[in-house]
């Protein structure tokens, strides 16, 4: 219910339960009496008159109640037939209002438009990435993850085929699970053409589980997992590709890595799995795997007739499943959780070196279900920050204009007080006043909704691109539905509400007579303090976007200037797949001398080189290492990270060796195994010591370390010192490398003859995937280049808005003391005393916003310091850079009205009334 106080401010009649009950008894009394009367005169006796009246009018109580709810529903209907009157007379009077004043309107509305459509856009950014179901997946919140911890001890690890046995045998009938697992791009042939695909392996319940319906065909019939089922489902987006979306694909044959696989059907478009990844290109059976990464061109009897089926389903250290739960009604993830924790609990009571940890504990098993269970969880958390500091950004961004508005309105209020005055006089109340100022505000706040909805559509597109371009394995549906456009219209709402009550209620509380005498010098006093207040609340937020963009930007200079030991600039990456069956490791290391030699001769070419890994690209390998007398202490993690290269790759990368030697083509099959190891693994296992000579265990091999590698960042800019390992290609072969190329010149310029060398070495090779290395380490700084520029942006747009703020406060000052510094000039006040006193105000106001802007930046920066490298969130140099810039250009925004006060002709002025 609606209070009675806020019910006059908005104009609705008041009219309680209590003097509603009263005039219904009074009605009802009325009646009786009557009655009693019209008896009596006719000639009973008055107690009979009263007994038989009451007889007559029947059941008094219910009389009552159904009288009382007619008047009360008759009251309502009229209330609301009267408010909607006045307030569509509010609409027109308004309107006509802001068209008579259209630079007002046209200023307010898009200022709006601005904080408005930022928070619709970013709004739909943040829903497509956490809050939006996955496609195509039914009923996703029963859906549930399980993760096994892995060996170094993060929980959220992959887990092994016969665990999955173990858990969906355990479970029983409180959870259906299904498993999923990723592999490289595999060489998908489809006649003569062949081009590298992203393929997924799943069991043949998953897509039954997620309840996905096929475009095209059928999905996977579910059965036994290991059996070998020689079919594929084609991603929507392949299929559209390469297929030319047509319907008859079904029944095809293709060949997957060597494997001839029959299409069976097509996944619906942006289907990329329970946790919103980004759709794969091909769907085959996990019981096909083993024979697809061994080479194997038959099928495998039973699923396991081979040494890599036998360690894929066989062996639970073989860890690279996915995998996935729907509850049935009434079962709660809690209760698989506990009962799965109690089943890795028997596992390693079981087998205790398969499911120990690098402590030597018990893996642990956890389930996690919800909305959470759309993304990794360690996704979900760096994305709900990221998201948080977004929505803070625009919502600030969002204040600022509001404030600005108000400023507007109460200027606005200013000059209409005379209009106040006349109409209280004429008995119009306060409350009306506020009423009709209110809604002149959610006029300005619709428009400017409505443009801010229409900028918002535009920004989406490019925010979609950030989205996809961002380091996670995820897909963003960003778009603007139902969803967006209420929460444009409350974020519209709100704006009305927070930039409009407080004119309008200042406005309103204008005292009429001493207004009318031309003595409203209190009032105006108040309103310019208000307006001074909001000025500085302005100075302060901006400054707060402020600090947020000196810090990242200066982080991001440092993100590059303190070294990525490495030079990234002209260097082309083209990945290279020679998997088996078409090659053996002979014919593949034939393969990559050839690449090297005719790339190497091109023009413009400057360096080439293979190397596995690309740093800071996301992908990564790792290994146990045993250093020769190193006693690891208990629970140490042995396992490092490691890259095969080619000679010379260290050269193109720009990698200091050192000490000892880089690999040469001595360092080839038959010879004594080498190795190179970088300054992060000599300070972690031999401190201070001369390594080279020394000697490595990786399994049963035992290597020589030959040279010591300049440490470079391998998987994130602000990551401690890394131990790697370079293991030379010629020596153990890797059926996936990536191609380096440093030119002279721009890298795509030479791409087409890279590209077509490498066709005429092997002309069925598929290469996909190209790109530099600048924009394969763009990803690292992309979250931090993003929040960058959002905040400079945002920040010099706020800056903006307050100064203009400034300028007005100031300038409105001005023309409201004209006569007093008309007098005070007549008197012998020089013009640059009054210039003074003036800039002073103005920067008194900064100064405020300011102190107000540093205290509110330190804690705003906290939540970005894990975005930050090399900046502590307290750095002076940054805090001392934004405060002068902004007191600059404080100064030239007191300085314009200050300049106009020296120029007042004191006869004029004094002339004034």
């Not at 946790?275 to 061994?294: C, H, K, N, Q, T």
């Not at 805090?879 to 810039?885: E, K």
Request: charged share 20%.
């Amino acid at each position: 219910m609606i209070r009675p106080g806020i019910r006059r401010i908005l104009g609705i009649p008041v009219r309680g339960r209590g003097s509603l009950a009263d005039h219904v008894d009074e009605e009802i009394r009325l009646h009786l009496e009557l009655r009693r009367a019209e008896l009596i005169e006719r000639g009973w006796v008055p107690d009979a008159a009263e007994r038989e009246a009451r007889r007559r009018f029947g059941d008094l109580e219910e009389s009552r109640r159904v009288m009382r709810r007619m008047a009360n529903w008759r009251t309502r209907r009229m209330n609301a037939r009267e408010w909607l009157a006045t307030f569509r007379q509010d609409i027109r009077y308004g309107a006509r209002q802001l068209r008579r004043s259209p630079g007002f309107a046209a200023a307010s509305v898009l200022a709006l438009a601005l904080g408005i459509g930022a928070n619709t856009a970013i709004f739909s950014f943040v829903d497509g990435l956490l809050l939006r179901p996955p496609a195509h997946v039914d009923e996703p919140e029963r859906l549930v993850r399980v993760y096994t911890s892995d060996f170094s001890g993060p929980l959220y690890g992959a887990s092994s085929y016969p665990d999955y046995v173990d858990f969906s045998e355990g479970l029983g009938s409180a959870a259906e699970l299904a498993a999923i697992a990723s592999a490289p791009p595999m060489p998908l042939v489809t006649g003569d053409e062949a081009e590298l695909v992203a393929v997924e392996y799943a069991t043949p319940n998953y897509f039954s589980l997620l309840g996905v319906d096929p475009v095209v065909g059928r999905l996977f019939v579910p059965g036994s997992a290991t059996e070998w089922v020689a079919e594929i489902v084609l991603g929507y987006d392949l299929w559209r590709r390469s297929f030319g979306g047509r319907a008859g694909v079904v029944g095809e044959i293709v060949r997957v890595n060597g494997q001839s696989l029959t299409v069976v059907g097509v996944a619906p478009r942006g289907f990329g799995g329970p946790g919103g990844r980004e759709p794969a290109d091909a769907y085959v059976p996990i019981g096909v795997l083993p024979a697809i990464r061994s080479g194997v061109t038959g099928p495998l009897q039973g699923g396991a007739s081979t040494p890599a089926a036998d360690s894929f389903f066989g062996r639970r250290g073989s860890r690279g499943l996915a995998i996935v739960g729907r509850l049935p009604p009434g079962v709660t993830a809690d209760v698989v959780s506990s009962r799965l924790e109690a089943i890795g609990a028997a596992l390693f009571a079981d087998d205790p070196g398969a499911w120990t940890d690098v402590r030597d504990s018990p893996r642990r098993v956890t389930t996690i279900g919800g909305r959470q269970a759309w993304l990794s969880p360690s996704v979900h958390r760096s994305m709900i920050g990221f998201a948080g500091v977004l929505m803070g950004l625009v919502g600030l961004v969002l204040l600022i204009a509001c404030a600005n508005v108000a400023n507007l309105l109460l200027a606005r209020g200013t000059t209409r007080r005379r209009e106040v005055a006349v109409r209280l006089a004429m008995g119009a109340g306060r409350g009306r006043l506020v009423r009709q100022f209110f809604t002149e505000s959610l006029l300005l706040a619709g428009a400017g909704g409505t443009i801010g909805m229409i900028l918002a559509v535009s920004v989406t597109s490019v925010l979609r691109r950030v989205g996809q371009a961002l380091p996670i394995n995820a897909a963003f549906d960003v778009r603007l539905d139902l969803r967006v456009l209420l929460f444009a219209v409350g974020v519209s709402i709100f704006a009305g509400i927070v930039f409009g009550l407080l004119p309008a209620v200042a406005t309103a509380r204008r005292d009429a007579v001493s207004t009318l005498k031309g003595e409203g010098l209190a009032s105006g006093r108040e309103s310019s303090t208000l307006r001074a207040g909001l000025v500085a609340g302005q100075v302060a937020i901006c400054v707060v976007l402020l600090i947020c963009a000196s810090l990242l930007v200066r982080s991001l200079r440092n993100a590059f200037d303190t070294g990525l030991g490495f030079e990234a600039a002209r260097v082309l990456l083209v990945p290279l797949a020679v998997p088996a069956p078409g090659y053996t490791p002979e014919t593949g290391q034939n393969f990559y001398n050839t690449a090297l030699e005719r790339i190497g001769t091109l023009p413009g070419v400057e360096q080439v080189a293979l190397g596995q890994q690309v740093p800071l690209s996301g992908a990564y390998s790792r290994r146990p290492f045993l250093p020769e007398g190193y006693q690891p202490g208990p629970g140490e993690d042995m396992e490092l990270d490691f890259s095969y290269v080619s000679p010379g790759y260290l050269e193109l990368m720009r990698i200091p060796v050192a000490g000892g030697l880089a690999f040469d083509e001595s360092d080839r099959e038959g010879a004594a195994p080498v190795v190179i190891v970088n300054q992060a693994f000599v300070d972690r296992f031999w401190p201070g010591q001369d390594v080279v000579g020394r000697r490595l265990g990786m399994g049963p091999t035992t290597m020589q370390i030959i040279g010591v590698a300049e440490t470079t960042k391998l998987r994130a800019l602000d990551e401690e010192p890394r131990p790697n390992v370079y293991l030379p290609l010629a020596q153990r072969f890797s059926d996936r490398m990536t191609l380096h190329v440093r030119t002279v010149g721009d890298p795509a310029e030479l791409l087409p003859s890279v590209r077509a060398e490498l066709g005429s070495i092997d002309p069925d090779l598929p290469i996909a995937g190209e790109r530099t290395l600048e924009s394969a380490i763009a990803g690292q700084v992309l979250p931090l280049r993003m929040a960058g520029t959002l905040f400079s942006g945002f920040g010099l747009v706020a800056l903006t808005i307050a100064m203009i703020g400034l300028y007005g406060v100031l300038a409105y000052s001005v023309g409201q003391r004209t006569r007093e510094i008309g007098i005070r000039i007549a008197l012998g006040a020089t013009g640059g005393r009054l210039a003074l006193s003036i800039v002073l105000r103005g920067m008194l106001l900064v100064g405020v916003g300011v102190g107000l802007g540093l205290l509110g930046g330190l804690v705003a920066a906290r939540p970005l310091a894990g975005l930050l490298f090399g900046v502590s969130v307290t750095d002076r140099n940054a805090l001392a850079l934004l405060i002068g810039l902004i007191s600059v250009i404080s100064l030239l925004a007191s300085y314009l009205p200050a300049r106009r006060a020296t120029r007042v002709d004191p006869m004029v002025a004094i002339r004034q009334t």
